[in-house]
């Protein structure tokens, strides 16, 4: 009911940015309460990175604070991940994710197909 489409990934070298973005889209009646994005590298758990509600409230892994910078426009249905100071450690598929009502008002968890993020040193 609810599609996320990721953009912005790619390879940067250590130190360098990238800023990810990820539109939220349905043909029917939906609802965002947060959006997130979470990352996943080679043999590890997916882990959170960083959430924002629509009323702005944010959260952020230990591992990026001060680095990342999560921001949203919830008239697109967008939520941009702002990535600096890369490191090699951030490399990973970046995972975006959406949740709230759609449809008849069901709640919904919807997650994009993610986007590569390589950080070479």
């Known amino acids: 009911q609810v599609q996320l489409v990721e953009s912005g990934g790619g390879l940067v070298q250590a130190g360098g940015s990238l800023r990810l973005s990820c539109v939220a889209s349905?043909?029917?009646?939906?609802?965002?309460?947060?959006m997130g994005w979470y990352r996943q590298a080679p043999g590890k758990q997916r882990e959170l990175v960083a959430t924002i509600t629509n009323g702005g409230s944010t959260n952020y892994a230990d591992s990026v604070k001060g680095r990342f910078t999560i921001s949203n426009n919830n008239a697109k249905n967008t939520v941009y991940l702002q990535m600096n100071s890369l490191k090699p450690e951030d490399a990973a598929v970046y995972y975006c994710?959406?949740?709230?009502?759609?449809?008849?008002?069901?709640?919904?968890?919807?997650w994009g197909q993610g986007t590569q993020v390589t950080v070479s040193s």
């Open positions: 994710r959406a949740d709230g009502l759609a449809g008849t008002l069901a709640p919904f968890v919807s």
């Open positions: 349905g043909s029917i009646f939906f609802s965002i309460n947060a």
